[in-house]
Nanobody, 121 residues
Framework: QLQASGGGLAQAGDSLRLSCAVS????????MGWFRQAPGKERAFVAT????????YYSDSVKGRFLISRDNAKSTVYLQMNSLKPEDTAVYYCAMTASVDGTQATQYTYWGQGTQVTVSS
């Protein structure tokens, strides 16, 4: 089970931190990712992190503003979102995959329920 939290309302330029707590799986065996889906749009890749946290990768739209991290002892992955923009408004999903790569939604097996992030200008 993946439980995402931390979403909410923000103004442009603000920061939010999303968390995703994982249970029922051995967390450290999985690459973790964050995706988002805006109204009327397809689910889009945001960021991913390797099993041991040694490598991260971001979409161009969030690079330099968002930071993905994980705490394997707490079975939790985080997404620190800084300098938020109205175009960041979306439902954010955490996901996990046993794949060595993870920029495509189809690579992920397990998904959280999503948390809404709304950024006003």
């Amino acid at each position: 089970q993946l439980q995402a939290s931390g979403g909410g309302l923000a103004q442009a330029g603000d920061s939010l931190r999303l968390s995703c707590a994982v249970s029922g799986r051995r967390f450290r065996d999985y690459r973790m990712g964050w995706f988002r889906q805006a109204p009327g749009k397809e689910r889009a890749f945001v960021a991913t992190i390797r099993r041991d946290g040694s490598g991260t990768y971001y979409s161009d739209s969030v690079k330099g503003r968002f930071l993905i991290s994980r705490d394997n002892a707490k079975s939790t992955v985080y997404l620190q979102m800084n300098s938020l923009k109205p175009e960041d408004t979306a439902v954010y999903y955490c996901a996990m995959t046993a794949s060595v790569d993870g920029t495509q939604a189809t690579q992920y097996t397990y998904w959280g329920q999503g948390t809404q992030v709304t950024v006003s200008s």
